[in-house]
């Protein structure tokens, strides 16, 4: 297969621009649907012509279908999306970065999204692509476990909806952190488990509340029935942000970054700070799973991308706790970049 590629770039190499080209417009329609042919080619930057001739290929190839409201991608069109996802990894040789920073972080699996879109399609791609791995990965009897944050947001929006019930139960990984409820983790695991065609239940609790409070508010009917069904979760997935984002998300004072930074935390995960060699330099106290939980959870799905998460990534992800890490093109270059190796890659971003 890589020598196949390697003939097209260099016999038709037009060929390679035309299969990116209409992997972006195709994506472009999933993510803007419906979407008039004019708006479309300004989201893109191409002409109206070369929007208009590749949206004839798609119709008649019942990729899409267009109305008076505008361009929508057909069921068919969807899975022929994922097809491309993978063609276009192999055309931009992202499979061999996989490994590099398989081999670097010492994971079970690492999917990496195509670096060659919009930095705005970024989190949208990391979610559409951890959507389609936790389909695969989630069966009956499963209780799966979620963070907040806009990454796992936009997880949830990227799920499509199951057409049948399913005997799998979505709990908050954590307490909420007094933020937007539509990326506190309640909110999430509610939209999981509509998506999934589960059941629920939620965590009304904040995730930083007072050390002195937390075992009397823990013994309360309904939050010690939610965190006795958490601490059996065999899939979690969640995010890591950077030390300094995540220390005024949980409310610490610009003084209190300020002492965090200096002491060299880089990263944030489950209430935990860690420096750039992974070491814990600082926690919080909360409520739900902390890192210990993690080692006795079967399958742990880490979602983290842009190029600002590449050292905190590197600090908070290892085999003790993680399996799985998806993250994007670019952000993969930067981590291994960091580690002194050569990214690699066919193609320029």
């Given at each position: 297969?890589?020598?196949?590629?390697?003939v097209?770039?260099?016999?038709?190499?037009?060929?390679?621009k035309?299969?990116?080209?209409?992997?972006?417009?195709?994506?472009?329609?999933?993510?803007?649907?419906?979407?008039?042919?004019?708006?479309?080619?300004?989201?893109?930057?191409?002409?109206?012509?070369?929007?208009?001739?590749?949206?004839?290929?798609?119709?008649?190839?019942?990729?899409?279908?267009i109305?008076?409201?505008?361009?929508?991608?057909?069921?068919?069109?969807?899975?022929?999306?994922?097809?491309?996802?993978?063609?276009?990894?192999?055309?931009?040789?992202?499979?061999?970065?996989?490994?590099?920073?398989?081999?670097?972080?010492?994971?079970?699996?690492?999917?990496?999204?195509?670096?060659?879109?919009?930095a705005?399609?970024?989190?949208?791609?990391i979610?559409?692509?951890?959507?389609q791995?936790?389909?695969?990965?989630?069966?009956?009897?499963?209780?799966?476990?979620?963070?907040?944050?806009?990454?796992?947001?936009?997880?949830?929006?990227?799920?499509?909806?199951?057409?049948?019930?399913?005997?799998i139960?979505?709990?908050?990984?954590?307490?909420?952190?007094?933020?937007?409820?539509?990326i506190?983790?309640?909110?999430?695991?509610?939209?999981?488990?509509?998506?999934?065609?589960?059941?629920?239940?939620?965590?009304?609790?904040?995730?930083?509340?007072?050390?002195?409070?937390?075992?009397?508010?823990?013994?309360?009917p309904?939050?010690?029935?939610?965190?006795?069904?958490?601490?059996?979760?065999?899939?979690?997935?969640?995010?890591?942000?950077?030390?300094?984002?995540?220390?005024?998300?949980?409310?610490?004072?610009?003084?209190?970054?300020?002492?965090?930074?200096?002491?060299?935390?880089?990263?944030?995960?489950?209430?935990?700070?860690?420096?750039?060699?992974?070491?814990?330099?600082?926690?919080?106290?909360?409520?739900?799973?902390?890192?210990?939980?993690?080692?006795?959870?079967d399958?742990?799905?880490?979602?983290?991308g842009?190029?600002?998460?590449?050292?905190?990534?590197?600090?908070?992800?290892?085999?003790?706790?993680?399996?799985?890490l998806?993250?994007?093109?670019?952000?993969?270059?930067?981590?291994?970049?960091?580690?002194?190796?050569?990214?690699?890659?066919?193609?320029?971003?």
């Amino acid at each position: 297969m890589e020598n196949l590629f390697k003939v097209q770039q260099k016999i038709v190499p037009e060929i390679v621009k035309k299969a990116q080209q209409r992997y972006n417009i195709l994506r472009g329609i999933y993510y803007n649907q419906p979407v008039g042919r004019r708006a479309l080619a300004k989201i893109l930057g191409l002409s109206e012509r070369t929007i208009r001739n590749d949206l004839d290929f798609f119709e008649k190839n019942s990729f899409i279908e267009i109305s008076p409201a505008g361009t929508q991608i057909t069921r068919i069109g969807e899975r022929f999306l994922i097809e491309l996802d993978e063609y276009i990894k192999e055309l931009r040789d992202i499979s061999q970065l996989e490994n590099k920073l398989k081999n670097i972080l010492g994971l079970k699996k690492i999917k990496l999204v195509n670096g060659a879109v919009p930095a705005g399609n970024i989190k949208a791609e990391i979610g559409r692509t951890a959507a389609q791995l936790l389909k695969q990965e989630i069966k009956n009897g499963d209780i799966l476990a979620v963070t907040g944050g806009t990454t796992l947001a936009q997880v949830a929006q990227e799920m499509t909806h199951s057409s049948e019930r399913r005997n799998i139960t979505v709990v908050p990984g954590r307490g909420g952190l007094g933020e937007s409820v539509e990326i506190q983790a309640n909110t999430i695991a509610a939209k999981f488990a509509k998506k999934l065609g589960g059941s629920y239940h939620l965590l009304q609790i904040p995730d930083n509340m007072a050390e002195e409070n937390i075992y009397r508010i823990t013994k309360e009917p309904t939050i010690k029935k939610t965190l006795k069904i958490l601490k059996k979760a065999n899939i979690l997935i969640h995010g890591v942000g950077t030390a300094e984002d995540m220390a005024g998300r949980r409310g610490k004072n610009r003084e209190e970054i300020k002492e965090l930074l200096k002491a060299g935390a880089v990263s944030e995960a489950f209430g935990f700070y860690f420096n750039a060699k992974g070491e814990i330099i600082h926690s919080t106290t909360s409520v739900g799973l902390n890192l210990d939980d993690l080692r006795n959870i079967d399958k742990v799905i880490v979602v983290a991308g842009g190029e600002d998460k590449a050292e905190a990534i590197l600090a908070a992800v290892s085999p003790v706790y993680q399996d799985i890490l998806i993250t994007d093109e670019i952000t993969a270059k930067k981590i291994i970049s960091l580690k002194g190796g050569e990214a690699g890659g066919r193609l320029a971003n």
